[in-house]
């Protein structure tokens, strides 16, 4: 069954570093995802992408935070600053879209434990 | 805004009990339901999902869900809990017509088993 890979799969950064965190979606799905689970909280949305654009994005998704498509494969989440609240689980997802059921296919990677120290 | 609940934070059940785990969607037209599993230390897995068809959704590992449009309700059920099925369970909702596609999700239940 095809596969959402995430690398790395637990990231440790000093506050203020920059930090990039990988994925790489299922490689016939056009929308890609990430979400983010603070430790003991709910998975919440950040930013959907699709056509090489942002689609839409959360209040969590602030100007901190950066997503990239660099080449015909990954799929990139930058955080430019990195600060103590950043530390939770960030999940990528991908999806592709048919026309007479909508949204399909919805996979989600292993995760990446971001802790910021 | 579209949400998601779940009303039960922590389910402590023997083995062999049953289990339901009761989740409520807000209403919003034509809605896609999800049950994802969160083992320790794993990431989320599909149990089951329900976008159309028969409202009994019958999912991995034994668990079902059934779909209450009228109730906006989508509970998951497991007939009989084994001590493997300790894990958080969410629920989540994707509202396909008006939304670009991002999962809306409760705020989880754990489930511990006794052996």
């Known amino acids: 069954e095809p596969e959402v890979t995430q690398t790395p799969s637990h990231q440790v950064t000093q506050m203020g570093q920059e930090v990039i965190l990988r994925c790489v979606p299922i490689s016939n799905h056009l929308y890609f995802y990430w979400y983010r689970q603070i430790l003991g909280q709910k998975v919440e949305f950040l930013v959907s992408?699709?056509?090489?654009?942002?689609?839409?994005k959360s209040e969590i998704f602030d100007d901190q935070f950066s997503v990239e498509r660099p080449d015909g494969s990954n799929f990139t989440l930058k955080i430019r600053s990195t600060k103590l609240e950043d530390s939770a689980m960030y999940f990528c997802a991908s999806s592709e879209v048919r026309q007479d059921i909508g949204f399909y296919g919805y996979t989600f990677g292993s995760g990446t434990r971001l802790t910021v120290v | 805004a579209q949400s998601v609940s779940q009303h039960n934070h922590h389910v402590i059940l023997s083995e062999a009990a049953s289990l339901e785990l009761g989740c409520n969607y807000s209403y919003g037209g034509t809605v896609n339901l999800f049950w994802y599993v969160q083992y320790p230390g794993q990431h989320l897995q599909l149990l089951l999902k329900?976008?159309?068809?028969?409202?009994l959704v019958k999912g991995i590992k034994g668990f079902e869900a059934e779909f209450i449009k009228s109730k906006f309700s989508f509970n998951l059920r497991k007939p009989s809990v084994q001590w493997s099925d300790t894990a958080e369970y969410f629920c989540a909702a994707l509202w396909p017509g008006g939304s670009q596609g991002n999962l809306i999700f409760g705020k989880g239940t754990k489930l511990s088993v006794k052996p």
């Open positions: 329900y976008f159309s068809g028969d409202p």
């Open positions: 992408f699709y056509n090489n654009e942002i689609s839409e």
